[in-house]
């Protein structure tokens, strides 16, 4: 069965520090990956998703099938980052395609 | 266009009543998911609808909970004799077509926060 894996519930670092939120998955196929956010009492925004290697909000992740993992970083973190972060995968196929399997969430808390 | 609406974002209910929560989907997405966001816990998938039928409703609990997505109308998910255990954040999403992982995207409403007394 398929597993996303969010280590840590909480993380806090300072205004302007590094920041990396981790996200292992397991599964069997060529994985795609998605990381959401959900700002205080918002709706949950997706952030970015691997196949695009995009980067927003200076936040990049990449997939590394190796450690299976998707970590989510920023160089300098900013007070608005301050949220809770999702890392989901898809389904793979039948009727369960539709759904995403999330890992449990990390709270960022930037300090200024 | 206004986005995926729920309502209403917040519900009370004593123990024992049913609670009515309602997903009106993007203009032209006809999938509709539920998710539960359960105090300190993350997201749990709980059903999977297209218009008038349940696609998947893997992660729906046996008992009291329900969901239809009618032809016309919103996708209402019911709980019935609630307990307290049933205090969450439920949440609904769209597509307009099957699978997150399409290009379409998958968009979330703001959630109905559910508290039962």
């Known amino acids: 069965a398929q597993r996303v894996t969010q280590p840590e519930k909480l993380l806090s670092v300072f205004k302007g520090a590094p920041v990396e939120l981790k996200c292992n998955y397991s599964y069997s196929g060529s994985p795609e990956l998605f990381w959401y956010v959900q700002y205080s009492r918002q709706r949950l925004q997706l952030l970015l998703r691997h196949i695009s290697r995009e980067s927003i909000k200076g936040f990049t992740a990449d997939l590394n099938k190796g450690e299976t993992s998707f970590h989510l970083k920023k160089p300098f973190a900013q007070e608005e980052d301050s949220a809770m972060y999702y890392c989901?995968?898809?389904?793979?196929?039948?009727?369960?395609?539709?759904?995403?399997?999330f890992g449990q969430g990390t709270i960022l808390t930037v300090h200024p | 266009n206004a986005g995926v609406m729920q309502n209403p974002r917040h519900l009370v209910r004593r123990r024992g009543q049913e609670a009515r929560l309602r997903c009106s989907p993007m203009k032209g997405h006809s999938h509709v998911y539920w998710y539960r966001q359960l105090p300190e816990e993350g997201l749990k998938f709980m059903v999977y609808?297209?218009?008038?039928?349940?696609?998947?409703e893997s992660g729906m609990p046996k008992e009291r909970f329900s969901a239809e997505f009618p032809k016309e109308g919103p996708s209402i998910l019911r709980i019935q004799q609630v307990v307290r255990g049933d205090s969450a954040a439920y949440f609904c999403?769209?597509?307009?077509?099957?699978?997150?992982?399409?290009?379409?995207?998958?968009?979330f409403g703001s959630g109905t926060r559910l508290t039962v007394v």
């Open positions: 989901a995968l898809p389904n793979a196929g039948g009727t369960s395609y539709g759904k995403l399997t």
């Open positions: 999403a769209s597509s307009p077509v099957q699978g997150a992982g399409s290009n379409y995207g998958y968009t």
């Open positions: 609808l297209q218009k008038e039928n349940i696609i998947d």
